[in-house]
T-cell receptor, first 118, second 113 residues
Framework: ETGVTQTPRHLVMGMTNKKSLKCEQH?????MYWYKQSAKKPLELMFV???????ENNSVPSRFSPECPNSSHLFLHLHTLQPEDSALYLC?????????????????FGEGSRLTVL | GNSVTQMEGPVTLSEEAFLTINCTYT??????LFWYVQYPGEGLQLLLK?????DKGSNKGFEATYRKETTSFHLEKGSVQVSDSAVYFC????????????FGGGTRLMVKP
């Protein structure tokens, strides 16, 4: 139990569907992240939110739409996805701007949402 | 920019064998270095870290030493167990470069009884 909860754990959707992934953290962190983990590819950072403001969008297609209503919740809205978007989507949180030592830089990950696009 | 290079897997070992997973990095200055582990069906979790040159991070029998002269942070364990089977990610963060973690590609370890 890392304190970061993702739902659903598994999702199958068609290319015309609209669905959302949810992430919730109970750690009091101020930064939240979406990562994409595909088979045989490096971990890809998608979005970063710091104090509810998006600070990083790593050239992600617009069919992925993040939402961060508060520092504890992060959503990833999915619309007209492609089969190549099938992957494990990982949410993480951290304290930003911590100096080295202590919790500096440590990300706390959820267990991921396994997405299959048919 | 910053980058992390890990040995490609899978690494297959017998129980009680010695483990080394190589990791080298490219970064200016003095980044902090991390090893994360991902067990089957789970997200990543921090295994150990080192924040300055010659520091040794250790946890659960795993160790890694921050070597500035060779820009390396190799992960070692003296005697692996089946339960150590997982994917291991080396990562760095540079506090003068946006505070973002840069991950290596991951190395899958399979330990056979």
């Amino acid at each position: 139990e890392t304190g970061v909860t993702q739902t659903p754990r598994h999702l199958v959707m068609g290319m015309t569907n609209k669905k959302s992934l949810k992430c919730e953290q109970h750690l009091g962190h101020n930064a939240m992240y979406w990562y994409k983990q595909s088979a045989k590819k490096p971990l890809e950072l998608m979005f970063v939110y710091n104090f509810k403001e998006q600070t990083e969008n790593n050239s992600v297609p617009s069919r992925f739409s993040p939402e961060c209503p508060n520092s504890s919740h992060l959503f990833l809205h999915l619309h007209t996805l492609q089969p190549e978007d099938s992957a494990l989507y990982l949410c993480a949180s951290s304290h930003p701007n911590k100096a080295s030592g202590g919790l500096g830089g440590e990300l706390f990950f959820g267990e991921g949402s396994r997405l299959t696009v048919l | 920019g910053n980058s992390v290079t890990q040995m490609e897997g899978p690494v297959t070992l017998s129980e009680e064998a010695f483990l080394t997973i190589n990791c080298t990095y490219t970064a200016t200055g003095y980044p902090s270095l991390f090893w994360y582990v991902q067990y089957p069906g789970e997200g990543l979790q921090l295994l150990l870290k080192a924040t300055k040159a010659d520091d040794k991070g250790s946890n659960k029998g795993f160790e890694a030493t921050y070597r500035k002269e060779t820009t390396s942070f190799h992960l070692e364990k003296g005697s692996v167990q089946v339960s150590d089977s997982a994917v291991y990610f080396c990562a760095l963060i540079h506090y003068n470069a946006g505070n973002m973690l840069t991950f290596g590609g991951g190395t899958r370890l399979m330990v056979k009884p």
